[in-house]
């Protein structure tokens, strides 16, 4: 794999980060998380086992722009 899989995205102008996964060869858009907690639900619900697990492996998770684990606006 060439990059993460799970994408989240640069916080927003208004709070919350988009969250986007990468499967069947395609970008599919999961939600916009603003907490951990959003993030595991969205990624318990595209099937990931253990979300909590990958938050911070660079191989399942990229955070684009800004600091892991923060979600408030930009």
Do not use: K, N
Not at 52 to 69: N, S
């Amino acid at each position: 794999m060439s990059r993460a899989p799970i994408v989240v995205h640069r916080p927003s102008r208004t709070g919350g980060r988009r969250v986007s996964v990468h499967r069947h060869g395609r970008d599919e858009i999961l939600g916009t998380a603003y907490s951990d907690l959003d993030l595991v639900v969205f990624l318990e619900a595209a099937g990931i086992a253990d979300p909590e697990a990958v938050l911070d492996d660079p191989q399942w998770v990229e955070w684009r722009d800004g600091r892991a684990h923060q979600f408030s606006a930009a």
